[in-house]
């Protein structure tokens, strides 16, 4: 019996461990915080769920490989950023807090300086088209969760322009005192090489980014973009932006486009088109290397001053 009775005591005993442990577990799982949690991953799935049958989404899809994400995107602008926004959700997230980070740090700006200037100075100057695939990422993104506007987007899009480009000028322009040194970065290397000096004689493109490890590591998607109008794109990207950005990149007709960052170019024109915006109109609609250079001077706003390297597979 005495036996008995120890077991017996031993089993109260766990019993009311187990017990001590559950209500203050029962507590946890019960408080507002956690159930926010479980609300906002439910109404996650949901969106998911509910955007697999999303008409904007017909024929767009995502796989990874490689530590690469390939992300195909095609229709009208608003129907490709809304599959841009909507497949790269979490990448854009996560991309957006690393940029926001870096911009508020290296600058001493806050967020919403940068929010300012994107609706302020760059949204006017963004043609149409491309207005429309900005605001359908952000469609994207709300259907999967994700808090950001278009001022966000738009910073996002605009972050190898507005750090070393806009607020160096806008601290010389209102004569800021204490500010930090900015200087434009010194980016890549790259080169394009063609007739005698390649096998076959072909065109060889090549190049390499140097950039932080902060920024590199998320610049890992190859965007495959059928646009309505213009030619079909291949490029590597930053999840959320519109161009390469690399820039690495070939479009259906032949043309491939790289370049490296002039290094400590300083100049910035606020009445100009946003660098972002023109080189993917450059991409998109040049047919040959005369246009993509004029596309890319029209309303040349300074921003992202680069030496380009440029290839026509059909001149060869």
């Known amino acids: 019996m005495g036996l008995q009775r120890r077991l ?15 209500v203050p577990l029962w507590g946890t799982l019960r408080s507002p915080y956690v159930r926010s949690l479980a609300t906002n991953a439910a109404h996650r799935t949901k969106a998911v769920q509910a955007g697999a049958s999303d008409a904007r989404l017909r024929g767009a899809y995502r796989f990874e490989r ?13 129907r490709i950023g809304f599959q841009h926004g909507y497949l790269l959700a979490p990448e854009i997230a996560d991309a957006f807090q690393a940029v926001k980070l870096i911009d508020m740090h290296d600058t001493q700006r806050d967020w919403e300086f940068f929010r300012k200037a994107a609706r302020e100075m760059l949204w006017p100057k963004i043609d149409a088209e491309y ?3 900005l605001t359908g990422i952000v469609e994207g993104l709300t259907a999967r969760g994700v808090a950001m506007d278009i001022d966000d987007l738009v910073a996002l899009n605009a972050f190898e322009e507005l750090p070393g480009y806009y607020v160096p000028w806008y601290n010389a322009q209102h004569k800021v005192a204490g500010a930090p040194r900015l200087t434009s970065p010194g980016n890549c290397s790259a080169f394009v090489a063609t007739g005698r000096y390649t096998r076959g004689h072909g065109i060889v493109i090549a190049h390499n980014n140097w950039t932080s490890y902060i920024e590199g590591e998320r610049w890992r998607v190859v965007f495959d973009i059928a646009p309505e109008r213009g030619h079909r794109i291949l490029m590597d990207g930053f999840p959320g932006v519109i161009t390469s950005d690399d820039d690495f990149g070939v479009n259906s007709d032949g043309l491939m486009i790289t370049e490296t960052t002039i290094t400590q170019f300083a100049g910035w024109d606020p009445n100009g088109k946003p660098e972002f915006a023109r080189s993917r109109q450059a991409l998109q609609y040049a047919s040959t290397i ?17 030496d380009w390297l440029l290839g026509d597979n059909k001149t060869g």
């Not at 089993?11 to 559950?22: K, P, Q």
Request: net charge negative; charged share 10%.
């Open 8 to 22: 017996v005591l031993l089993g109260l005993i766990a019993i009311l461990s187990v017990g001590a442990l559950f």
């Open 66 to 78: 490689g530590q690469w994400i390939y992300v195909h995107l095609e229709g009208p602008p608003a």
């Open 131 to 133: 207005q429309q695939e």
């Open 290 to 306: 005369d246009d993509y250079v004029r596309i890319m001077l029209d309303g040349n706003n300074g921003g992202y001053a680069n």
